[in-house]
């Protein structure tokens, strides 16, 4: 016993380096499957082709703005604080950004062959856009296990261990910046084409999805990949890593850094990758209905964890590990890393429930819209924030939990725990846009109506599939910065004698202030991230609208759109409109360290109340917006009238509101709570 | 200086109360100026009694409904806790509900005279709007005054002082759990009724507003009394109430019972009745456009309080007052309570800014309407949210200023002097729905147009000015909690030893969950509070579908519509669904006590949790709401198309949205904050 525990204990982030790598290698022979199987005839090939050059056009824009930003911020952590962690920070902002490509390329792939699949059979298209999730799940995971590890083994050998764990908080963000630019600038793409496209084309000209005479329609495919796909990639990758690098910290802060503590989340996030290839491998050889062959999938990842989360717990901590004093068993610390698990489970069947179309929430929403647009809007409005309620609850109860068997690190390990299961999550989250992507080339290559039946049907299970894991990652990520804060209030502590004995009391007037500006932080960020999707899609409505004035055999077929134009116009748009609210966690933070009454308590009771606010507004968002996209969904089956009807314009509405809740400001929420934090944690030695 | 100040503090309570009753002598004199005024022809005199009748036949259903729980909770008080207690409960509880009738008789009185004044002038019709409003203000600020004073008074006299300090919280209790009920039984009556009157009338049979062929529009008319009259006067008595008891506890828990600082408030608020009658004198003898001689009204109102609180704090407090270890000067004592009048025209200047048609955020909306429903919806969501930030900011400064000046009786005392200015408040709040009635009675009267355009010039100044006052409401409710929770933490610490040196920090996993489960309650309380509305509105789109089916001469004018149907179908509607969510506060408090595993320190973190999102919730949906009414407004004068427009079309579904939000659960959260903050005063005795 005594032998494995220090085998373990000194193999045990190689090990993980070791689970990373075949997690790749298996990502590199699943993509190698899907690239076989046919791409469909010429037509569909054009018009893929179309969206992926899009696509790239995008991302390389992209990165060029965001790098000027991240070569400032670069700059500054170089002169005001160490090397190391300022090159951290272009490791996780260059890892974050490759994840983004990796997200967006794997899918343009996936999409064309999904439709072709779909010609032939649900279960088999099911499988193809399934296996374009699963790369990206399994590279983008496997990527932040092997950045973190291998930044983390250097460090620690050229620098030594103490500004090793610092610099990590570099990479953190690094990895979180990039991750809010790249959910809010892909984020207002997808969504300013989707609603520019929408209006337009549905409710004015009575187009279908996906017309090919809609000028914004090829926008509209592009912007699947560059928010859903892109965007959704940075965002875990970014979760996946500051997870991790949040237990380390906890294990470094309060723990003495205590070697078997910091080995500990490594060890959890390599077991799960081998959890995670076993979960796609289920669904490859699964049949039954797609949610259920899906979830399979979740739940053999989830198992296989269970199970081996055991044996390594015991060996790495043979005798348990001391915490705050008291001695925690094996078994305690097991308890900890299996709250992860339990929760990812508890917050998927929640979040499936709110926004699957087979439940009550989403079917009201449906019968609302027979009244009307506003009274489908309230009544999607009153999901959402109906939907916050169990999440929450069950968070309180993890951190009860987790904390009880094992305080802080308990509740970092559950978090980590929680996170290693996104290499199937993101398989699940992927699904969506490479089947909505599917649908769309089905329809514009003028594919029999049967396929495009195929992959409405899977886009409503990939629908209800974004929201799940949507929740998920806003769950995680409000424990993720809890975690920070607490950090955050250790560094504090052992950065500046003062605040030794300070304790953060709701009694003490400056904590109130910062969470009244902490909690506003949410509310403005997705507000100027709403009025930036509005702004762009006026634009590309704009636009459609002079097309369609300038050249009217278009509505006729007889003149092609120029696609061209639209994607040109968005693009432009997303760049300019990302900025001021990324930028805003900053600011904020920056503005509580800096103005003279405020300072350092102002600023933790800001991190507080952005994760106390923040927590809400994203569960809100994501699934009352996945609510209101189901329940178009449910009327365009045929219930309440079907397509045409009253009740499906106004859900047509409802569906239009929720695009930028659930994909623009929503889920940029969760990095955005990080960055906050971990820009707290950064300035501490600069100003305080 | 030293004999004053004696007299002063001997006569303070005294004179409080003749200041209350000089405020409802000059309120009587002022219904007596209102009555003598012509109420017009026979059509207009019998549409009016038919509105007052369904107003007055809900309030009286709704005695009912809340008597039914009131005499519960009584005989709860009445065993578990003492029988001062229970009585004081009684008696704001039959206070508050009192106010109520007040609001609504005054307004059915004053708006069919304003109809009538409407034909003469657009000054004579704002005066007599106005002097509606401000009977109900003054008579329920004197009546706020005037009941606690005298409670105080003979329950001092009585059992004692301590008991008589204890006994005003179930005082306070009363006023706030009646006006939860009153706000939320008006807000949905009111708005399932508009709401419902909307959709089928405007939407679908293209009726202007208050068209007397819609079978809903009685009711609709019946609803704004109920609605924004009644509930808004029990919301602002309960406001009053509390915020006067929360200084007096603080002066009883933190200062000793020091006899000076108990007297302070009622000094405050006697000296602002006089401010009120000076505003409402200003009002009715300057010229100019609405809003500027609503806003000098105020402003007078402002400044003579200011002038008069000098003299007032120095006579009380000749040589300061020593808080928490260091002596006050009278000056700094002074400073704190005019805290509480800049904040009032701070919170009046933003909340306009935000929800006037004057300015950039309405006019956003409007335009975002010429794109379509949607991104109307999107364009107001983003406003809303975007309006919570100065205030909070604002809010912030005063908690760190008047903290700075006296401790947390400087809140208390900043928040009394911020409610002292509700005589002149309210009198602007019922402006809104008495023009907007008045309005009503003149389409329904079949009165010349020019009568209309008067009507729906003040109906719009009403709007903002409706907004504007819930904001107030809001920003001293969340100052008014704040104080409660102060109150809270030292009646805990007072009672259970164990907790004298406790301090609830952001570190302990309790206070996180307890700032989560706060932070759930107006997020599902709004939501239930929504789904009221909509289920009610959907009971009356059905019933104007039956009734225009069934006599198809309703819509040639040949037959008359069963006004009476629905507005049964909406009083039976909104007394069911209002028990749920005004009951989750009580439910929510007592859960955490109960529970074992949560407790005081979560319930100390559930309080701030729910003034936290409670005040962004609240203030973004009143706001929203109030920007959405009158984007809709703006078009309809004629910008962007006009009346029939599809940008029309667009906001009034936005309108329609925001009916909900501004009247019903955004409202209702400021009562629902202080429910939960004095349900946990009052159970520390029994389960900690």
Known sequence: MAFFALNLLHSGVPLSMLCAVIGLVFAIVLIRIVIRASAGNERMREISGAVQEGAKAYLNRQVVTISVIAVIIFILLFVFKDHPTAIGFVVGAFCSLSAGFIGMRVAVIANVRTTQAATTSLL?????????????????????????????????????????????????????????????????????????????????????????????????????????????????????????????????????????????????????????????????????????????????????????????????????????????????????????????????????????????????????????????????????????????????????????????????????????????????????????????????????????????????????????????????????ALVLFGSYVEELKAHNPAFAQFTFSLTEPKVIIGLFLGGLLPFIFTAFSMDAVGKAAGAVVREVRRQLKAKPGILTGQDTPEYGTCVDIVTKAALREMIVPALLPIIFVVAAAVIKPLGPVVLGGLLVGTIVTGLFVAIAMTSGGGAWDNAKKFIEEGNLGGKGSFAHQAAVTGDTVGDPYKDTAGPAINPMIKVANIVAILIIPIFF
Chains 1, 2 share one sequence.
């Open 124 to 480: 088999r298209a099911l499988r193809m856009a399934f296996n374009g999730g699963a790369v990206t799940g399994l590279l983008v995971v496997g990527l932040a296990l092997l950045a973190v590890s291998i930044f983390y083994t250097l460090a620690d050998k050229i620098v030594g261990h103490d500004l090793a764990i610092r610099s990590l908080v570099g990479l953190a963000l690094g990895a979180s910046l990039i991750s809010v630019f790249a959910r809010l600038g892909g984020g207002i793409y997808t969504k300013a084409a989707d609603v520019g496209a929408d209006l337009v084309g549905k409710i004015e000209q009575g187009f279908e999805e996906d017309d090919p005479r809609n000028p914004a329609t090829i926008a509209d495919n592009v912007g699947d990949n560059v928010g859903d796909c892109a965007g959704m990639a940075a965002d875990v990758f970014e979760t996946y890593a500051v997870s991790l690098i949040g237990a380390i910290l906890v294990a470094a802060l309060t723990l003495g850094g205590n070697s078997a503590a910091i080995v500990y989340p490594f060890v959890l996030g390599g077991i799960s990758v081998l959890g995670a290839i076993l979960g796609v491998l289920f669904v490859n050889v699964a049949n039954g209905k797609p949610a259920a062959v899906l979830m399979g999938g979740v739940l053999t990842s989830a198992i296989v964890s269970a199970i081996l989360f055991w044996p390594a717990t015991h060996y790495l901590f043979p005798t348990g590990l001391t915490i705050a004093g008291a001695l925690r068993t094996p078994t305690q610390l097991y308890f900890a890393s299996v709250i992860g698990l339990v929760m990812t489970a508890v917050v998927v069947a929640i979040t499936n429930y709110y926004t699957s179309m087979r439940y009550a929430p989403v079917q009201k929403i449906a019968r609302a819209s027979e009244t009307g647009h506003a009274t489908n809007i309230i009544a999607g409005l009153a999901v959402g924030q109906h939907a916050t309620a169990l999440p929450v609850g069950f968070i309180g109860i993890a951190i009860l939990l987790s904390f009880h068997f094992a305080g802080l690190y308990g509740i970092a390990i559950a978090v980590m725990s929680m996170l290693s299961m996104a290499g199937i999550i993101i398989s699940l989250d992927s699904f969506g846009p490479i089947t909505d992507n599917a649908g769309g080339i089905a329809v514009m290559s003028n594919l029999p109506k049967e396929v495009r039946a195929v992959t409405d049907q899977l886009d409503a299970v990939g629908n209800t599939m974004k929201a799940v894991t949507k929740g998920y990652a806003i769950a995680s990520a409000g424990l993720a």
